[in-house]
Nanobody, 125 residues
Framework: QVQLVESGGGLVQAGGSLRLSCAAS????????MGWFRQAPGKEREFVAA?????GRTFSVKGRFTISRDNAKNTVYLQMNSLKPEDTAVYYC?????????????????????WGQGTQVTVSS
């Protein structure tokens, strides 16, 4: 089992950048595929980015967003650049147990077993 804690959200002006972090508990972080999702008020939670357990495979729906991970620090990151007001949402990280050096990435909410509590990102115009 893994516990996830997001941080790094806040208020930023349009065009600015933020880096979100998600710290995971436990000693087997390198066996989890990780993802970032976001949920705006009144909308469904949507996929943002994913990374394989080794970090060798990544996917992002936004060219302005980059996902990365540091397995030595049990942390996954989401670097967000050129932020827009429509990026305003609660951002969640998620984890799914796979294997070490897996190339698996997940895109669907129901493929993830563990979720953090979320961090608010607000982009002002």
């Amino acid at each position: 089992q893994v516990q996830l804690v997001e941080s790094g959200g806040g208020l930023v002006q349009a065009g600015g950048s933020l880096r979100l972090s998600c710290a995971a508990s436990g000693r087997t972080f390198s066996t989890y595929a990780m993802g970032w999702f976001r949920q705006a008020p009144g909308k469904e939670r949507e996929f943002v980015a994913a990374i394989s357990s080794s970090g060798g495979r990544t996917f992002s729906v936004k060219g302005r967003f980059t996902i990365s991970r540091d397995n030595a620090k049990n942390t996954v990151y989401l670097q967000m650049n050129s932020l827009k007001p429509e990026d305003t949402a609660v951002y969640y990280c998620a984890a799914d147990l796979v294997t070490i050096a897996s190339t698996t990435v997940h895109f669907l909410k129901n493929e993830y077993d563990y979720w953090g509590q979320g961090t608010q990102v607000t982009v002002s115009s």
